[in-house]
Every structure is written in structure tokens, then in C-alpha cells.
């Protein structure tokens, strides 16, 4: 079985900054990419960054160049460090691991952690 804990989130002054992280135990050795997701009250789910198990990584338009996505070398924990965050960054955001077992692919979660951008 994947767990997977997120830590990092909090309150934050606009254009300030924030790490989270999202530490995976368990079987991950077929890890194929993870990633952030975030949802702030009364939106839809959106993406927001991705990182592959060979480094390339994707970033929403939103948040591209001020977020940045990057792992440990063991790939066992994944980091979304959030600069000049805005009002608008306010959200829950939520961790993912994709993991391939068998020929099929399984998604697991973290348990969310909120993000406030407030003065």
C-alpha cells in the first residue's frame, strides 16, 4: 500500500512564500510522475505542476515561474516551493503519486493542505 503525507501549508502575506511537501511510503518503486493539484472554495480541481519520474515537469499558466516542482533523489518525496504566491493561490492543494503495477496505472492521494494568501 502508497501513503502519502503533505506537509508545508499556512498563512502567507501576499508575494511571500511557501513549501509544500508530500512524503510517500510504501511501494513506489514504479512511480511514473507526480504532481500538485489545488481547489479553492466553490472551483473546480485544477493542475498545477508536474514532474515525471525523468525529471520533465509542466507547470500551469497560472503559476508558471513563480512555482517550482522538484523531488528528493529517492523520488519519495515531492516539493512544490511557491514564491510571490497571490490572493488568487489560495486554495487546498493536494499531492499525487502515479504508480504502475501489473500494466495498470493507480493514482494515489495526499490528504490536502491548505494554502492561505492573506494580508
Known amino acids: 500500500q502508497v501513503q502519502l503525507v503533505e506537509s508545508g501549508g499556512g498563512l502567507v502575506q501576499p508575494g511571500g512564500s511557501l513549501r509544500l511537501s508530500c512524503a510517500a511510503s510504501g511501494s513506489i518503486f514504479s512511480t511514473s510522475a507526480m504532481g500538485w493539484y489545488r481547489q479553492a472554495p466553490g472551483k473546480s480541481r485544477d493542475l498545477v505542476a508536474i514532474?515525471?519520474?525523468?525529471?520533465?515537469?509542466y507547470y500551469a499558466d497560472s503559476v508558471k515561474g513563480r512555482f517550482d516542482i522538484y523531488t528528493d533523489n529517492a523520488k519519495s518525496t515531492v516539493y512544490l516551493q511557491m514564491n510571490s504566491l497571490k490572493p488568487e493561490d489560495t486554495a487546498v492543494y493536494s499531492c499525487?503519486?502515479?504508480?504502475?503495477?501489473?500494466?495498470?496505472?493507480?493514482?494515489?492521494w495526499g490528504q490536502g493542505t491548505q494554502v492561505t494568501v492573506s494580508s
Open positions: 499525487y503519486f502515479n504508480i504502475e503495477r501489473g500494466g495498470l496505472a493507480f493514482r494515489y
Open positions: 514532474i515525471t519520474s525523468g525529471g520533465s515537469t
